[in-house]
């Protein structure tokens, strides 16, 4: 494990990239916006490969934000409609960044952030505190995000998150996945499985309509494995519903290469992108397939959904693990 200069912003805040090497595995991270910049994996052969979208350079990111290439995504990732929510009977105003609603946090989300970091075994944990009123939000929240390698060579998110007054909070990262290599071109023809019985009905602008509507005999049943294709951006309300350890929730299979991606989570929500909106460098349409653990879009706004609220004393907490395999 090493650190590195990646460049500085146009202000001169420097920014350093970490890499983690364990298992055959290596993936690489920013400390700016807490990016998982590379992540390379054998094939069945052995071969090595880089199988997330990422930029050689700073520069790439700066350019090409809107994708959020592998980005830790806060403080409320997906959507919240109308740029609003009620918290303790007041109303929260946010700044609108896609139409009237939010998304991914705003404009000055935590992937536009640097974030301090510093060594743990296998890995680094990356903090910041995001100021009372930081994109409208309210209370000033500590957060921190430990991305650690185990023994097999997964890959661990930990995020943890406390705040001194009433807030919500939602985070994920927005890796894309490309097990063919993020160079090979389009990422569709994987193959999918996600154990969620379940979707969150969408209407206008993609935000919710509180209904759970079953995937039986629709274009979102991925309950067995099936071959992606373009036209997905959709949060699954997973069969586990939100647990105290990661469990298993989805698998991506590329069968060209063997490469095998696990995903478990503690979390009760997977958004499938399949990227039809990617043309950013060298990338283009469905050059990856984004598997974002979350809690619910909209939540704030549908008390029917597992709640995003932190209070002072609770400590936000959630684990993703993504794992990588051949066969």
């Known amino acids: ?6 460049g500085a912003l146009p202000d001169g805040t420097p920014v350093h990239r970490w890499t983690l090497e364990r298992a055959g595995v290596r993936v690489r991270v920013l400390t700016y916006g807490g990016i ?14 880089e199988v997330a979208l990422g930029f050689d350079d700073l520069d790439g990111y700066l350019e090409h934000t809107s994708p959020y290439f592998g980005a830790l995504v806060g403080r409320f990732a ?10 303790d009977e007041r109303i929260y105003h946010l700044p609108a960044n896609e139409g009237p609603n939010l998304l991914h946090g705003g404009d000055g989300g935590f992937d536009k952030r640097v ?15 995001s100021p009372h009123g930081e994109e409208g939000f309210p209370g000033r929240l500590e957060v921190s995000v430990t991305y650690a390698l185990d023994e097999a060579g997964a890959l661990a998110i930990d995020y943890s998150a406390v705040t001194d007054a009433p807030t919500v909070v939602n985070l994920t990262n927005h ?35 509180g209904e759970l509507a079953p995937v039986d005999g629709t274009r979102f049943d991925f309950r067995e494995p099936r071959k992606t294709g373009p036209g997905h951006d959709q949060n699954y309300a997973l069969d586990k519903g ?27 929500g997977l958004q499938l992108y399949t990227g039809d909106y990617i043309d950013h460098g060298p990338y283009g349409p469905c050059a990856g397939t984004a598997l974002e653990t979350q809690h619910f879009p909209d939540a704030p706004n549908r008390p029917e959904f597992p709640s995003t609220v932190l209070r002072p004393g609770a400590v936000f907490t959630s684990r993703t693990v993504y794992g990588f395999s051949a066969r």
């Open 1 to 6: 494990m090493g650190t590195e200069p990646f």
């Open 36 to 49: 998982v910049q590379s992540v390379r994996t054998p094939d069945r052969e052995g071969h090595g490969a």
């Open 242 to 268: 939100v647990t105290s350890v990661a469990e298993p929730v989805a698998e991506l299979y590329d069968p060209a290469s063997g490469r095998v991606l696990t995903v478990a989570t503690t979390e009760p």
């Open 175 to 209: 890796a894309y996945w490309n097990l063919s290599g993020a160079d090979s071109g389009t990422a569709t023809g994987h193959e999918l499985r996600i154990a969620a019985s379940r979707i969150t009905a969408l209407a206008a602008g993609k935000i919710p309509t």
């Open 115 to 129: 974030w301090d970091a510093a060594p743990v075994p296998h890995g680094v944990r990356l903090t910041r505190v």
């Open 78 to 87: 997906n959507r919240i409609g109308q740029a609003r929510f009620p918290l």
